[in-house]
């Protein structure tokens, strides 16, 4: 049973409802967060670490948690910054003279869990090539199918400057999956 964001805060501000307002939140929002943290750190074992980082933050904070965005909303604005953080630290950890995309890529093309066929593998190397905000909103748009107010609230940026990454991240996609 699916709870509203209203049951879910009510049950967690009572002691004794608590754990079933995480597991209820848990429930309905785990694989949604999943794929969408999952297109930003490509691997599942990361995905699994950063989601839940992402369940553990949302759980500290929700006796803070206002109501003036949905929780929907909150959890990918959450799982994002995780996911971001956890790039940037992966980053600043690497020795190497590649990018970490180079690495994200390398990465997607060993996963045993990646079941694409060349042409899959291809389009997630062009979303890859892509700055991250860029490639953040491309999946947002184009796997989550998410309307650009939604995108707004969880990036905290204007429809326009979405709209316009978007744009040119498709445009970037389409050169380099032309091009090879």
Do not use: C
């Not at 929700?62 to 971001?84: P, V």
């Not at 969880?154 to 050169?175: C, D, Q, R």
Request: proline share 2%; charged share 25%; net charge neutral.
């Amino acid at each position: 049973m699916q709870h509203s964001d209203q049951q879910i805060i009510d049950m967690f501000q009572n002691t004794e409802t608590r754990d079933m307002a995480i597991h209820s939140m848990i429930k309905q929002y785990q694989v949604k967060l999943y794929w969408h943290i999952r297109r930003i750190v490509i691997d599942h074992d990361d995905t699994d670490d950063v989601l839940q980082n992402t369940f553990i933050k949302a759980w500290k904070g929700l006796d803070n948690f206002k109501g003036d965005a949905k929780i929907y909303t909150w959890l990918f604005r959450i799982g994002t910054n995780e996911a971001i953080s956890f790039l940037r630290q992966k980053r600043s950890n690497l020795s190497s003279i590649h990018p970490i995309e180079y690495h994200l890529s390398n990465t997607l093309a060993s996963d045993p869990y990646f079941k694409g066929d060349e042409i899959q593998l291809k389009l997630q190397k062009a979303i890859l090539a892509l700055p991250e905000k860029q490639r953040i909103v491309f999946n947002m748009r184009y796997y989550d199918e998410m309307p650009y107010e939604k995108m707004s609230e969880i990036l905290e940026t204007s429809v326009g400057a979405l709209k316009a990454s978007y744009h040119i991240a498709a445009k970037k996609i389409e050169e380099q999956l032309l091009n090879k």
